[in-house]
């Protein structure tokens, strides 16, 4: 069983479970004498402890089953007024199953607690119809919920799992490790070639290791929260340092001068990278961007005007770029850590489009997450409609036809419905097998056992071995035995004969239809489908951004618009993302990086306010030559987008016709218009956005189905031509 379960971990959250479900539904049913208040305590332990998906270590899982406790109350009060009429029943099942599962867009927090939630208003909404028994009801479950919690901290706790937060501390130690090695090597020191390998393969690994899809559901930070948002920001910063260390290591001279600018720059940027780790461990103040804004200023001021040494204007170009990276990853790593900043700190105001504003903290935070997904291009919504209509129509046939316990139609449906037509078909065969064997064997025992120690000595026992043996051996071994457990939990409550095996079966069966109905006529295909959409979406919202955020250095509007719209696109196709990742793998999306695709989006998302921080807008109003570049190359980026996005949506991998050159071969080919202007401070403004969108038509070229450049290879591309 050790090989199945490490840790004993599914072993001892069957044995908490058992425990608080036998203390309540004994405690009730045998102590107090009542059959409502046992019935209650037992599935709110049943409810809370198996279907729900918490992230976190025991005293988070804790906390959460607590806050949890009003939504069952006004969930079970709701039900319990609506059990009387079928139609009223079915409308709130509707409602409230929309509400309850598309609050999950919230986040892995709000998402692990909807099948729970869900089944406190499916059993509530039931006949009988007995309003009087509400406060036996809510102390069954109350009991339940606050033993569990308790359980979850006392009795076996669980091994804290490696949270996103401790990846990205490695992560952001081994870069600040690279920086370092980097500035050391532009200075002149720090010869070696092997250690300078070492360097990159270890943070690569570190940066790699985050990857969302690699992370079980309950622990990706996906949620509205702004740790959360801290979080995301921190990824997308240290995987773009990462790319941009590897263009300034291609671009380093045999012999750097023993002052380089770009090396006394890339000192800070390692320094304030370490002060995020410690940020992030909680070890001290939350980190300060002074030192690195004061070093930026430096930097800038430093930078040559004259194109003299193209080496070297590559070199700055890309540490104050890199230095953008790091400002990012220490405003995103003190959201994570619960220090947002203030609106009016430049640093934070120029990077809101990362994490969000300070001001935005709490229900805005979410309502700006459910917004994004309020729209049928969205897979969460997608996936609530198909819940709550599914859910509603097994309420009125469970209501109409003459079914014994009919909240097993509605229990069976919320088992088997998937996201997709073909994952709910491979869950309905071991739902349905598992269930028949289950009744056939509880027949059996119906027939020949009639003494109910029997069942009360059972009960426990088939609480463990469903809890454990179910979940490790597969679904069809989870509902033989979750079959088993009604059986003996219903013959303690009223007689009982096979008629109750029976009465499970055909229930199972037509909540498996039901839900085989709506996974082929609601959003059948899943998300698959909806991945290839958005992203493509996605992809075209930033082709705009990128021209209007050149047109803003050219004395054009701020693209704030533009920026919101790409924002909501990115949120919808990274839910597409995490959704596509639990289900079956689709053989023809196979040949899709689908994380490299949605990186060069992000790459623009958060580079081009970072961009604009520094190289405010109308910056070049006044130099027509450089305008006419510009524009030239923010088409082209635009285009290449637009490339990308067409073949997504059509279904064909990504490819670029674009190839990548070296950042020396981009400046020489305007060398002409550098040394137009002389000695000027709008020399760096071009050579920087020459430099962005250089590097992001590098990404396009990156995700290209074949002849990709080796990561490193080529800083720039040949969007300045």
């Given at each position: 069983m050790h090989h199945r379960d490490p840790g004993y971990v599914v072993l001892r959250r069957a044995a908490r479970l058992t425990l608080v479900a036998s203390?309540?539904?004994?405690?009730?049913?045998?102590?107090?004498?009542?059959?409502?208040?046992?019935?209650?305590?037992?599935?709110?332990?049943?409810?809370?402890?198996?279907?729900?998906?918490?992230?976190?270590?025991?005293?988070?899982?804790?906390?959460?089953?607590?806050?949890?406790?009003?939504?069952a109350w006004v969930l079970i009060s709701v039900g319990t007024m609506l059990a009387g009429n079928v139609w009223a029943a079915s409308g709130g099942m509707l409602v409230i199953g929309f509400t309850v599962a598309f609050a999950g867009t919230g986040g892995p927090r709000l998402a692990g607690l909807v099948g729970a939630l869900q089944l406190f208003y499916i059993l509530a909404s039931f006949p009988p119809y007995e309003p009087a028994t509400l406060p036996?009801?809510?102390?069954?479950?109350?009991?339940?919920?606050?033993?569990?919690a308790i359980a979850e901290v006392l009795l076996w706790p669980d091994p804290a799992p490696v949270s996103y937060r401790q990846r990205v501390v490695r992560a952001a130690d081994r870069v600040a490790a690279l920086l370092g090695g980097t500035a050391q090597l532009l200075s002149g020191t720090g010869r070696d070639p092997h250690e300078r390998t070492v360097w990159q393969e270890r943070a690569a690994e570190s940066v790699a290791a985050l990857r969302l899809?690699?992370?079980?559901?309950?622990?990706?930070?996906?949620?509205?929260?702004?740790?959360?948002?801290?979080?995301?920001?921190c990824?997308?910063?240290?995987?773009?340092?990462?790319?941009?260390?590897?263009?300034?290591?291609?671009?380093?001279?045999?012999?750097?001068?023993?002052?380089?600018?770009?090396?006394?720059?890339?000192?800070?940027?390692?320094?304030?990278?370490?002060a995020v780790v410690l940020t992030l461990r909680r070890e001290e103040p939350p980190v300060s961007l002074d030192r690195l804004t004061a070093a930026i200023g430096e930097s800038e001021?430093?930078?040559?005007?004259?194109?003299?040494?193209?080496?070297?204007?590559?070199?700055?170009?890309?540490?104050?770029?890199?230095?953008?990276?790091?400002?990012?990853?220490?405003?995103?790593?003190?959201?994570?850590?619960?220090?947002?900043?203030?609106?009016?700190?430049?640093?934070?105001?120029?990077?809101?489009?990362?994490?969000?504003?300070?001001?935005?903290?709490?229900?805005?935070?979410?309502w700006q997450q459910f917004r994004a997904h309020l729209t049928f291009r969205s897979a969460l919504l997608q996936t609530a409609l198909r819940l709550a209509v599914a859910l509603a129509f097994a309420r009125v046939i469970a209501g109409v036809l003459p079914l014994q316990h009919g909240f097993w139609v509605l229990l069976a449906t919320l088992t088997v419905l998937r996201t997709s037509a073909v994952d709910t078909r491979t869950a309905l065969r071991p739902a349905v097998l598992g269930t028949i064997a289950g009744a056939l064997i509880s027949a059996v025992l119906m027939i020949f056992v009639n003494l109910s120690i029997v069942y009360v000595v059972a009960l426990p026992v088939t609480m463990v071995l469903a809890f454990t043996v179910g979940r490790l051996l597969g679904p069809s071994w989870a509902q033989a035995l979750f079959t088993l457990l009604l059986t003996f939990v219903f013959a303690q409550l009223a007689p009982a004969g096979p008629q109750l095996a029976e009465a499970r079966l055909v229930n199972v069966l037509v909540g498996a239809a039901v839900g085989i109905l709506a996974g082929v006529l609601v959003w059948p295909r899943g998300a698959r489908h909806d991945l290839r959409k958005n992203t493509a979406g996605y992809l075209r919202a930033i082709g705009p951004l990128v021209e209007q955020a050149v047109e803003a250095t050219l004395g054009g509007p701020r693209p704030d618009g533009v920026l919101v719209l790409a924002t909501r696109a990115a949120s919808l196709a990274d839910a597409s993302y995490a959704q596509y990742h639990s289900e079956r793998h689709d053989p023809r999306s196979g040949g899709v990086d689908w994380q490299a695709v949605l990186a060069v989006g992000h790459h623009a998302l958060h580079g081009i306010p970072a961009a604009l921080h520094r190289n405010p807008p109308g910056c070049l109003a006044d130099w027509p030559e450089a305008a006419a570049h510009l524009r030239g190359s923010a088409v082209r980026v635009r285009s290449a987008y637009d490339e990308i996005a067409?073949?997504?949506?059509?279904?064909?991998?990504?490819?670029?016709?674009?190839?990548?050159?070296?950042?020396?071969?981009?400046?020489?080919?305007?060398?002409?218009?550098?040394?137009?202007?002389?000695?000027?401070?709008?020399?760096?403004?071009?050579?920087?956005?020459?430099?962005?969108?250089?590097?992001?038509?590098?990404?396009?070229?990156?995700?290209?189905?074949?002849?990709?450049?080796?990561?490193?290879?080529?800083?720039?591309?040949?969007?300045?031509r």
């Open positions: 203390a309540g539904f004994y405690g009730g049913r045998y102590g107090a004498g009542d059959p409502t208040l046992a019935t209650y305590a037992l599935f709110g332990a049943v409810s809370m402890g198996a279907f729900t998906q918490l992230p976190g270590p025991p005293g988070e899982r804790s906390r959460v089953l607590l806050l949890a406790l009003p939504a036996q009801r809510l102390i069954g479950v109350t009991l339940a919920v606050v033993l569990l899809a690699d992370f079980p559901a309950t622990e990706r930070p996906t949620g509205a929260a702004l740790r959360d948002r801290g979080l995301r920001g990824e997308a910063a240290l995987r773009g340092t990462l790319v941009k260390v590897r263009r300034i290591l291609a671009a380093v001279p045999a012999q750097p001068p023993p002052v380089l600018p770009a090396a006394r720059l890339l000192r800070t940027c390692a320094d304030t990278t370490r001021r430093a930078f040559p005007a004259t194109s003299a040494d193209l080496r070297r204007l590559c070199l700055d170009a890309g540490a104050l770029s890199l230095a953008d990276q790091v400002s990012i990853l220490a405003v995103s790593g003190r959201a994570a850590a619960g220090f947002p900043g203030s609106d009016e700190d430049p640093a934070v105001a120029a990077y809101q489009g990362v994490i969000g504003s300070a001001r935005h903290r709490g229900w805005r935070l979410y067409d073949q997504i949506a059509h279904g064909d991998a990504p490819r670029s016709a674009l190839i990548s050159t070296s950042c020396v071969d981009e400046l020489d080919h305007i060398r002409p218009l550098l040394d137009e202007r002389g000695a000027s401070q709008q020399i760096r403004h071009l050579v920087e956005l020459n430099f962005l969108l250089a590097n992001l038509v590098d990404h396009i070229t990156q995700v290209s189905s074949s002849d990709r450049p080796v990561p490193g290879r080529g800083s720039s591309s040949e969007v300045a």
